[in-house]
Every structure is written in structure tokens, then in C-alpha cells.
């Protein structure tokens, strides 16, 4: 039931790279990022903060921008392969008739602005700066450990359209979520894991969350642990626990501004074309499909909104088993 | 606040020991020990099922007896130092009164069947049979490697006279939670740990759960994967979360009967008298102190009656925010 | 220094696959791969064991041969993308004079035999029959949790020259070792982390050893208990340590054949191609650059033969730092 | 074959408390206690320096003093439970005919301090200030997060003698190591768990070592990866292990003065007096008895020198198997 993947894409995205998100508060979201999810400042100059995880090499996967006005994301970037991939990408989005302009950004090498048929702000490089890897220097340590950025999720208001624009790209599916022939959201890859970026039918396009690799399951409550020190109690979204689709250990955590970060333990090798999709029925999906609590409606509902985009609405909203109505119905089946 | 404790008492309990629970079905009962909370199996006869944990070199800290009727707890049961405290304790809680009883136990040194004011059933015994600690034997190991019985939670009606008994009794306390004047929570320990016996004000005498400690914190994450494989998703009552008081990471489970089991890591040690008991205020209190989300109102009221004991109300049922009310309130907020 | 690497390889390999080991004793060496390494056994048939890493979705990654001789290696695998890359790998195999056979495998697609330069007898499919991923399934966990496998190391006679030959193939390097202008070993990757072959300079080719992925860093641990009790203490060949190169946290084990199998946590994420490969230097490199004791002159000279090939000594045997040199140098120096 | 231990002991010990070391540069030292084994400064001052675990409550656990001449340990210290245990332990010291003396100590209660029969000193005392517990203040933690102070390992001529000495003081044996009717180790225990004072048959007084506690298995890594950055590989002394005798993982790492400190896991409970101690015949003992290399001659016999206290050989010097005496073993057999 899942559109056809193009296993010989126009041009090489290699892998999630970077997220650009506006601060209402830099200070207070550098801290955020630095004391409870563990990245690391590259570089922080006037109105911009430079962030990556402690196993990157590459200059940034998380941008923070001083905001003049709402605290949107302003984009997701990919990584692609060579340079002539950006080639490649410019001539194919124009041949789609979609955005796509050559831009300067700091830190990248030729920088490609681009937007998918939702309107997406998706930016693309093949080259960023490199520093040291830090993952091996425990004595500068923070927060919980993160590694590395690992994937997005998103929200579209056609699951199956833009899995399908992405699967022209070359995004393969790991596991996936419907209900009998309605996808509901796509779980998709490129570097050989289970994600880079997960779509979920929902009003979009907005950015559910970004989420980053930590090395040990013990990182999960540390993160926990740390949100409940620095204030940050009530910003823990949902979890720990363990997801369905991909089955990695999580806490979703929202940042000062309400983005919504995961910190999820890794996953499995995909690469090998032989092996389908895991299907997951959403009759059967609560938030917490192997054990805990549903997850609560803001944790569905809520998302970031992409600077100067706006969102369309799904022809039909998704309805999830929230914590809310999970107490409900357990209430109403008490009384009876 | 707190009641005193009498650091010379009459006879020396050393530690919690042992639970016996009856089961509806026994194998069903054991399976779920053994292969989620990661017991291992001691003995099993005709009726009875005597499990220990991974470093316990004792013969049980748990005994499931096949329940005729009601599935409640038959005692809790504390060791003494030597066969001369059982005399003492004889003598002590007959001249207070209270029930003492000699029975023959199987497996067991002398045993005294003895109950607190409230009617909570103990059991004391100096002596028991012992086994091989297979801590060291991961090829036996199974589902959370729980590694010995640490304590039991009980509710009492009036917690500040059942906090002043046990401290009669050398109980000292390590942490506690009140409101104003009244105390709501008693964190009592003989063993130098944070813990032997807690005692919340509630409907009772009951068993509000027994905890055993596992080594690390992976293996709350084990409990809960593994309960879920097993069917026991729902029977997870709270958690994984971070306690206030003690400060352990713990996750509650229900067992096929309802009983509920606590797995948590380590804690401090204690030993030391002048360090002052911490307070807790119950005011700021929710489930989750330090994060998360408040427990439900079944983890706050339900529990284990203990076998042919009548409860007693307490003069003020608590009131604590549960996730029901949580979820009321911050439905309000949103709707005002 | 190092060779160049074609980054448009006339076929696409994209991982390590499997290896095909031979046995002496195949019910033993399957219990140890069961019982320590904790593989699981996707099949077994007369004289052949196929096993395979709890998150491996592919039938084998590891197969045992009952051998009738000496217990070679018969092979080592690697993946292609598409079944088209076998028809290029035969083509360019050929034209290179170099081995290349279409051979039937059970469980695989077609299988192309083919050799590099010095006779490493290698295997490539683009198929393979799958299976369940059996990681979130810890009611069948056994040993210390091997996940998948991850890379090959092997010797060869001339560094440079195997480095450059898999360097035409595509393989690129994340770390290496050198003396001077001397290359001596070479950590090469295909899939995205930093491994999927490492070659070092000794008499090859020889098979020095395979290495699996486990979960966390206690999984170490629990092998080198399980090894202690299972009989196996003196196959623990070395650490547990901390690599130089690549960082990891890793334990060898000898099998019963003298097979020697690391087991690993996981590594950094490569990809992108401005990022240089960092260079160890051989002057300063002992057993464990990091920390802890150098290896033994066992684990730097022994490897695995391959089935019927012979092998080339180098120009110059390396001359490590030894736990035996450095054990004598410092007695000389307390002599002294 | 163990002396008999004296169950209603003359006073009270509780427990190890505090170790008392010389420093030949106390910033270097204290740097590397807080940065490699992860204690917490609680005061510095002119010439010492308080260190405590992170799960301490008491003021210091560590005493780092600056050393005018050799950098000698000066005292080790047990708590004991109430101040008449302090003027119960002098009238018996004193009626033994050993040292008893009253002394100031900042930030202890009254203090006691003591020898035992082969002149170790010992410093007792019932109360010490108290401070902040900040072992769920992630945001603190540095190095290994050593938790508390477990035990000390002394070296005395005469094993069974000091074995004798301390089971009249109440100290009981959790596990033993004995060669026929020889005992050449006992690991003693006031507190409930494996460990207070084990005592090793070797030229002694002096203290072989002192060890914290770190919370879980990663953490033994932790401290080797901090020791290799911050230039202290060398000092890794022993490990990381299994021990024999305990169970515990370890790794020995030796300070600045080369002061041998032990960072280990927890272990069990004991507390129950009808379990026998566990024999370990030196026979078969190596330096790891589950698994691993031997311990270097410089583990064996290399101590800490107590302050103007004389060292008395044994009858006969221990003989272990060594690191160096097996590479010779295995070098002759591979020889032959």
C-alpha cells in the first residue's frame, strides 16, 4: 500500500543534517540545549547560536535564531552527497515547478533553498565546516550526552502524497502506520537506519520534532533528571518510554519555545532492499504501543509552525487515543 | 514532627525479609515473578512457591500460596539478629497487648506471628534457610534481574501513631511528607538504607506494594518491555519515573492478582545518627515530584488487603493530585 | 598519504555481511556464539549452523561449518545494493584477472565468489532470505546481546596496496595508522559508521577477526562473565578497553576453533566526504592507545587462516608494543 | 578455620567513614579525586582539603592533607553508632594496652584515635557535619560519580591475627581466601554488605587501598576514559574487572602519590548471621579469578605507607600469580 520508492533518486540525500529554529531568549535556549540535551556551542555570535551533538564532526545540526516575532522553525536541512547533487536538485525541484534558490549560509558549502508541494522549508548542502569530534572527552560532558541529530518529524496533510514526494527522492520506508488502506504516517530513511524523517498526517507542514541519538538508555532519565532541575519539569512531553514503530527507548522534551525535542536511543541497520516495511495498524496504536500511558494531546496536536508557511489542514483530523481520553473512557467504565 | 525513635528498642529487626501473597494461579503468578520481575524459583510445592531474588542468599522474599478465596497478602515478614530477639519481641508485644504467636514455617527458624496496633499481620524469624546467590550467574538470569526484597509500603489510618510504633521498634526515618503539622508519609529503614518499610496514611492496614532493587537503570526499561511482551502492558501502575522522597528511579507493576511490585535502583545509605530526616511537603507534592506525570488515582488508593484484617478509614481520606485531576485541571486552564 | 578512494565505485557494496566460519565441534561452537556472544540460531542443518544478531533481519551473518580440516575461514560476505552490482562486480573482477564465480548459496540470492589481489576470498549477494528482528524481544535474549555484525579485520602482507585495491571498490577510511610515510593499518567503511573492513599489515590474508555491535557498554561485561563462566576465561584475548581508532569499547573472545570475534558498542556516524580520516601515529600507539595494558603478542600475530589460501609475509613484520615487551622493559627499568 | 567474631561487639563500629591521606601537591590531587573519580570539594582550606561521594551526607569521606615529607596515609576512620561507643572503645583499647587517645578533628565530634595490635591508626568517631546529599544533582556530577566510601584494604603481617583482632570489634567475614589452613585474606564487614576492612597477609601496616562506590557498570569506563585524558593511563592500576571475592566490578586506580583508590560496584547484602563466609582457595586464585589478566606484581605488592608506623614482614611473603610471573609461564610453555 505504500507509493513507490525510487531506489535511483534524481540526486543523493545522504542523510538529516540540521535544524534552523527561532529562540524567543537565546541565552535560555543555548542553556536548554547545552544543560539538558547535552550539544555542544561551536560557535555563538550575535543573534545565532551554533549547537552540534558530541560525536559530530560537522559545524552545526542545530541552529538557534534570536526571533524577532514567533518562534517558528525556519528550516530542515539534508545533507547530499556531492556537490553536483545540488546541481542535480536545483534543475530537478524547477523541473517540478517547486522553490528552489542558491543561498549563502554561513559555515555550508553552496547552500540550496527548497521547498516540497506542502510547502516544507527544506534546505540542502553537500559540505559544512568540520570541528572535533567530542565524544571521547567525558570531562566535557553535559546534559544527556546527545550524539547526534537523527531525524525529523513532520506533519502533512496528505501522509500518503508526501511519503510518496519523498519516496521520489529516494526516502525508503522502515515501518510505517495505518488504518486498513489510510497511511498515516511514514517512517522514512535514507543513511541506513530506520529515519530521517517521519511523516504524520496531521494540519501541516509544521515540525513535530527533531530528535538526537544519546549512546545509553540510562541518558533517557538523566535528560529527566536534568529537566526537572533546571525548571524544565513540565516541558517532558511524553515518556520515557518505548516507541512502537522503531522501538527505540524515548523522552520528548519541549525547548523554552515550545519545539519539541527527542532524545531517542539508536536503531536498527536498514540498507538491504529485500527487507519490507513493518506495518503497524492504528486501530491498535495508543501513544505507547508496547506499554505506558497514551500520549497526550498536546504531544499530537501541538507542533512548530515553519516561518511564513501555512499550514493546511488533513481532509480528516487524525483521532489517536490521547491520555485524555484514555482517563475517560476508563473513568466511564468504572462507573458503568 | 516526627514521632520519636527509640535507637536502643527491646529487640533488633534488622531488615524487611519476606511477603506472602496468595495467588489466583499459582503458575500464571510465578511466570510473571520469574520471568518479568526476574526472581528465580527456590522451591515450588504443592500449593506454595517460594522465590528469591538474584543476590539473596536467603531461601524466599516472596511466597506465593494458591488463595482459596481472596487473593490478599497472608503477612510481611521482618528478620531479627538473633534467636533471643524473637524471646524479647514475645514479651514485648504481649505486654503491649498486641497478638504474638510461636509457628512452625517451613524453611524457617522460629517464627513469631505478631501484628502492629492497626492489625498489620508480621512475621519475625532470626533464621532461614539459604541458597546459592546466583548474582553472579547472568546465564540464569531472567527478566529484570531483580536482585533482593528492599521494602514494603503500607497504609495506615493514622501515620503519625503508626510512624510513633515503629519507632518504638528502632525504625528511624529517612525521609517523611507532611502537610503543616500532619504527617502523611513515613520513610523508615533498620537496614542503613533509605527503607524498610513505608507507612502512608489511608484506608487500612493494607499492602500498598512491595519493592524489590534491581542493579541498574536499564533494567526498569527490561521490566517494562518485557511486561508488555508478556501481556502485562496495562499491569504497569506507574512509571518509569524518579521518586521525590529516596530519590530512586522505580516502575510499579501489577501482578496477575493485583498485587503490586515496585522494581527501583539502589539508594543512599543512611546508618548515621545525626543526619535529620528530609521533609517533603505535600503540598507541592504530585505523583512525580522531580517529573512526570502525577499517578494515577488507582496507584494512590488501591492495594492488597491483608488476609482476614479489617481496614479502618482514616479521619481524612488524602486528597492528591492524581492524573484524573491533573488531566481535569489542565483541561480547565485550556478551556478558561 | 593514503590511497585514493573512487567514490563512484563501478558497483555498489554496502556492508559487511556475514562470514562462514568452519567448526570443529559445531554443537560447541554454536553454544558459545549462543551463550556469550548471544546470536540467535536462524537454522540448522546437518554440518551447518546459521546464525544471526538480535536486531539482523537476514538470515546469517554468521555460519559454521562442521570443518572436516583445519577450522578455516571459508569466506568472508558483503553486501550489494542491487542485483545488478553483482553483474558489474563479475565484469570488473574479471577484467582486473582477478577470481570470480556465480555460486549457489542456500538462503541467498545469487552469490558471486570472488578474491582480491593477495587471495581474501570474498562473497557478494544482494539478497538474502529475512527474518524476524528479534531486539525488542528480550524474553529471547541470551549472552551478551550481539546485535549485528559490524566489520571485518583482516591482515594483508602490504597495507597500502589492499587499502588501495578497496578503495577502488569504494571503501573509504574514517581512521588509519601509520608510521612515517608507512601505512599500517586502515579502517575502512562503506555503510556510514566507521567500519566495515579494517586491514592491517602482518602475513595474510588472514582473517584477524569479525565484530559484533552490543547494545550498551555493560553488555561487555556481561560476555566477559558469561566467557568466565561458561569455561571460556582464557578466551578473552583482550580488554575490556577503549580503542584508539574508531573509540570504541570493545572485548575479544577466542571461539573453541581460535576464531577471534569482538564485540563492540557502536560507532560515530561517517557519510559526509569533507570529513579526513584521522591518522594514528604507530610510534605512540600500544595495545590500548587510550588506556590499560597493551596487548598480548597472541592477539597481534594469531589470526584465522582462509580455506586454502596462502599467505605473504609483508617486507617488514610489524613490531607493536607488546603486553610481553612492555612487561620486560619495565623490569628493565626497575632493574635499572 | 575463621576466628571466632564477637556478635555483641564492645562498641559499636558502624562503618568505614574517612580516609586521612598526605598529598604532595594538594591541587593536583584534588583535581584528580574530582575529576577522574567524581568527589565533591566540601571545604578547602590551608594545607587540606574535604572531599565527600556524591550520595555522602556527611562532610568528608576523603582528607587530603598537604604532605611535608612522604606522602604517607595518616589515619583511616569508622564510625561508630553513639558517643558512649567512643568512651566504651577507649576504656577497651586502653584496657588491651593499645593507643587511646582524645583528639580535636575539625568538622567530627569527638574523636578517638586508636591502633590496632600492629599499629594501624584508626580514628573513630560518632558525628561528623553534615551537608547537601547531590547525587540527583546530575548537573554537579563530574568524573566517575564515586557514590560513598565502601571500604579499606590494609596489609598485616599476620592475616589471621588481624582477622581475630577486628571479629572481637564485631567485624564479620562476608568471604575469605585461605591456602589449606592458611589465611591470607579476609574481607570483613560492620555495615550490612560485603565490605568495611578487608585485610590482605603482606608486609603491614599499610593501606593497599580505599574504594568508592559508583552507581552503575559504565561508570568503571567513565573513569579509565578520564584517567587516559586527563594523563593519568598509567595509573590504572588494575581492571577493569570482575573480582573474585565480592563479585564486584572494579578498577584500581592510583592518585598523584600513588595512593591506590578502587572505583567498584555495589554488592550484596549480608546482615543475616546464619550465612557462612565464602572460601576462596588461593590455589586457584589469580589477579582475576572470574576472568581476565592476573594483577601486576605492583597491584600485589605496592601499598601506602601509614604515617611514622613501622612495617613488619610476614612469616612467609605472599607468592601470587602475577601479570609478569604468567607472561613468563606462558612464554616457557609456548617455549617447550
Redesign the interface.
Known sequence: MLPTVN?RPPFNI??ASHVVLHASDLARSRDFYV?IVGLVVTEESDGECYLRGL????HHSLVLVQAKGEATCRRIGF?V??EEDLDAAFAWFKAQGLPADWVEVPHQ?RTLHVADPIGTPLELC???K?CE?L?????RF?GAHA??LDHFQTFAPDCRAACAFYGQLGFRNSEYLAHGDKLLGAFMYR??TCLDLAIVENAGPKLHHFAYIV????HI??A???????GY?EA?DRG???HGPG?M?YVYLRDPDGHRVELC??H??T??????PVRWDAASLST?V????PATERWYFEATAFEDTPTIPPTQMPKPQT??TY?QQR?AVKAA
Do not use: V
Open positions: 531506489l545522504t542523510r544543560k560525536s559530530e564532526a560537522c545533507r552527497m556531492f558549502g553537500a559540505q559544512m568540520t569530534r565524544y571521547l572527552k567525558p570531562e553535559t550524539q547526534r543513511k541506513g549512546p545509553e538508555s540510562h532519565f538523566t529527566c533528571d536534568l529537566a526537572g532541575n533546571f519539569a517532558i520515557p518510554g518505548r522501538g527507548l536511543d539508536g536498527y541497520q540498507i538491504d532492499i529485500e527487507i519490507e505507547n508496547r506499554w505506558g500511558l491520555l485524555e482517563i473513568a
